[in-house]
């Protein structure tokens, strides 16, 4: 690699790298007004949990704690907060009764789908002018980046 290319490549990389700060703070922001349309008051951090636990339909809260690389004290405390709210059920797991199952409640996801209505609205119009191709292709490289393999792996 020559030098010009060289400075191509780190100018294209600092490029890329700015317009991700832009996209982390527009998804901040998102996930600040998703929360409060969960429940007014709940933080980016808990609804981060409460997303997660959604998601993945049942998970243990010690497997939650290892995905989201998080202090176990505090996300029995996140967890708390959000059966308190009735967002999600704590079950004893059937392998280990010390430990607990998380799942969404039927109420959680009422919420959860309310609460993210005007956010995925916004990305389908903001895509709308998009091929489809070109969609697909944006994730493909944004998961192959966020799994750090090739491309064309």
């Known amino acids: 690699m020559t030098i010009d290319e060289l400075q191509a490549r780190t100018d294209a990389v600092r490029a890329l790298e700015g317009e991700f ?6 998804m901040r922001r998102l996930l600040a007004d998703n929360a409060h349309r969960v429940s007014p008051g709940m933080l980016p951090g808990a609804y981060k949990v409460f997303t997660t636990i959604a998601r993945r339909e049942r998970v243990a809260q010690s497997a939650l704690a290892d995905a989201l690389v998080v202090d176990k004290g505090q996300l029995s405390r996140t967890v708390r907060e959000l059966e ?10 059937p392998d280990d009764r010390r430990a607990s199952i998380l799942s969404p409640t039927p109420f959680g996801l009422e919420r959860l789908s309310s609460a993210r209505e005007p956010q995925e609205s916004s990305l389908v119009y903001a895509l709308e002018q998009w091929p489809l191709d070109d969609i697909h292709t944006l994730t493909r ?13």
């Open 21 to 26: 700060g832009e996209l982390i703070n527009r």
């Open 84 to 93: 308190q709210l009735g967002l999600i059920r704590r079950d004893p797991d």
């Open 141 to 153: 490289l944004l998961h192959a980046l966020t799994a750090g393999v090739s491309p064309t792996s």
